[in-house]
Each structure stands twice: as structure tokens, then as C-alpha cells.
């Protein structure tokens, strides 16, 4: 199985213009999250969701959109990407809570440079 | 709200010796998870170990054990005959049970001297 599998592993973008990240799961893993890392800040959530159809906004979620519209893909969007929005990007999915705390499976990460 | 402390940002060891990373959390919650993820410099996210707050036995995996201290909320990794292999990013991270939340600490960059 593949897991986790994440799209573009690196890209430099323009400030002002737009992008899509691109994770898909085949683990039929209803949860599915995107996170953002930084130096000395550790992991935090952009956005998440639970099932498809369903979508909440994480820690920090400004300047960045998803939409689930089935149980394998989160697309994460920068609609008008800034300099601020340079950061690796993971993408990760783990199963339902119920009996649950399991693990979170990851990609292999986006490293996003905003110019 | 839930948080992750990590103290020790950076950390070394000589190979073959014994080190241990530590972390702290804050939950109201009875129910969770605990977690030690390893990112080395190819940037993957790997499972190290996990511990369930229910249980009082320690987590074990090959050389890597915890030290669960409930009570005072602490949850340190030891890493024993560190190999080369081992330097890396670890991460702390806590799950709290029912919730899809996995809040991480801000990490400790581990680097095992040949």
C-alpha cells in the first residue's frame, strides 16, 4: 500500500499566486489533516476532517482552503499564497477515534517556498 | 486545552550510549494517547512508540522505551545502544481518546556522534 501520498515534494511559488497540495490516502482512513511545520514551532493543524463532506479549520488556518469530496483526497489550497506561507506541509490520515488514539500515518511532506 | 513542552531543543549522544528526550503535557482529559514520532532528514514522519494513559506499564520497542509518569504528566523517551541511524527531529505528541485532535511539541533535534 502506498499510505499516504502527497503531491508536489517541492515547489517555489510567486506571491500573489495560487496552488494546490495534493494528499490522498488508500488506507480508507476516515481522518485526514494537514499540518504545517516550522523551526522551533513543531507541527501544527491548518485544517482537518473527519469524513467526506466534512471539513473544520485547525490551529491556523488563515490563507488556506480544503474540500473532501470523497474518503481518499485533501486537496489543501493557497488561494493567494504569501511569503509567511513558506513552510513544509504534511498531510495525515489515521482511523476513527472510537477504540481509538492510533496513530497518525503521514506523507512524505511539501516543502513550499513562497518568493 | 491541550499542550506539548519539550525542553531540550538539541541533544547529543555518542553512539552505543543511552539518552533520554524528555516531554511534558498538559490534558484535562482521562482518556488519551501519547506518542514519539522520529523524522529524520529525508523529512518522513515515523512512529517511534505510543503509550495508552490507561495503562500503567511502559511501551517498549526494540531499544526505545518510555518512562510515563501519570501523575506528574511527563512522558520521556530513552534510546538505548544509540545508533547513527537514530539522529533525528523527535517529536512529542499527545491524542486525546474521542478526538481526532494530535496536539505535537515543538521538538528535540537528537545527533548520535560516530
Known amino acids: 500500500n502506498a499510505g499516504v501520498t502527497q503531491t508536489p515534494k517541492f515547489h517555489i511559488l510567486k506571491t500573489g499566486q495560487s496552488m494546490t497540495l495534493q494528499c490522498a490516502q488508500d488506507m480508507n482512513h476516515g481522518y485526514l489533516s494537514w499540518y504545517r511545520q516550522d523551526p522551533g514551532m513543531g507541527l501544527r493543524r491548518i485544517h482537518y476532517s473527519v469524513a467526506a463532506g466534512i471539513t473544520d479549520k485547525g490551529e491556523v488556518p488563515d490563507g488556506y482552503n480544503v474540500s473532501r469530496s470523497n474518503t481518499e483526497d485533501f486537496p489543501l489550497r493557497l488561494e493567494s499564497a504569501a511569503p509567511s506561507q513558506t513552510s513544509v506541509y504534511f498531510c495525515a490520515s489515521s482511523r476513527p477515534p472510537q477504540g481509538g488514539g492510533t496513530e497518525a500515518f503521514f506523507g512524505q511532506g511539501t516543502r513550499l517556498t513562497v518568493v | 486545552a491541550q499542550t506539548v513542552t519539550q525542553s531540550q531543543p538539541e541533544m547529543s549522544v555518542q553512539e552505543a550510549e543511552t539518552v533520554t528526550l524528555s516531554c511534558t503535557y498538559d490534558?484535562?482529559?482521562?482518556?488519551?494517547?501519547l506518542f514519539w514520532y522520529k523524522q529524520p532528514p529525508s523529512r518522513q514522519m515515523i512512529l517511534v512508540i505510543r503509550q495508552e494513559a490507561y495503562k500503567q506499564q511502559n511501551a517498549t520497542e526494540n531499544r526505545f522505551s518510555v518512562n510515563f509518569q501519570k501523575a506528574a504528566k511527563s512522558f520521556s523517551l530513552k534510546i538505548s545502544d544509540s545508533q547513527l541511524g537514530d539522529t533525528a527531529m523527535y517529536f512529542c505528541?499527545?491524542?486525546?481518546?474521542?478526538?481526532?485532535?494530535?496536539?505535537f511539541g515543538k521538538g528535540t533535534k537528537l545527533t548520535v556522534n560516530p
Open positions: 505528541a499527545t491524542h486525546q481518546g474521542g478526538s481526532e485532535k494530535l496536539v
Open positions: 490534558t484535562s482529559e482521562s482518556n488519551y494517547y
